[in-house]
């Protein structure tokens, strides 16, 4: 069974920052390009980032470039999304997904708000 566990979601201050981290199991890890994908309140799923197997591809939306950062540990299976210089803007529930959006996680929630 696949799996994919978003954690490190809080509630931090603008110009605060966070490490979120999705644990993946159940399919090759290291195979896969992975994704963060977001949804703000009452608005649809924006993409966020992307990284390839190797982790030496990664891109980013332009709404957060020079901000955050994504990487991943394949001996851990885990992905992380470094996010600072946090704006209100940012708050929303963040999703790691699997290439081509086939596997999704719960999301963890980011709240930015003084």
């Known amino acids: 069974e696949v799996q994919l566990v978003e954690s490190g979601g809080d509630l931090v201050q603008p110009g605060g920052s966070l490490r979120l981290s999705c644990t993946a199991s159940g399919f090759s890890f290291s195979n896969y390009y992975m994704n963060w994908v977001r949804q703000a309140p009452g608005k649809g799923l924006e993409w966020v980032s992307a990284?390839?197997?190797?982790?030496?591809?990664?891109y980013y939306a332009d709404s957060v470039k020079d901000r955050f950062t994504i990487s991943r540990d394949n001996a851990k299976n885990t992905l992380y999304l470094e996010v600072n210089s946090l704006k209100p803007e940012d708050t929303a529930l963040y999703y790691c997904?699997?290439?081509?959006?086939?596997?999704w996680g719960q999301g963890t929630q980011v709240t930015v708000s003084s």
């Open positions: 997904t699997s290439q081509g959006y086939k596997w």
């Open positions: 990284i390839n197997g190797a982790s030496d591809t990664t």
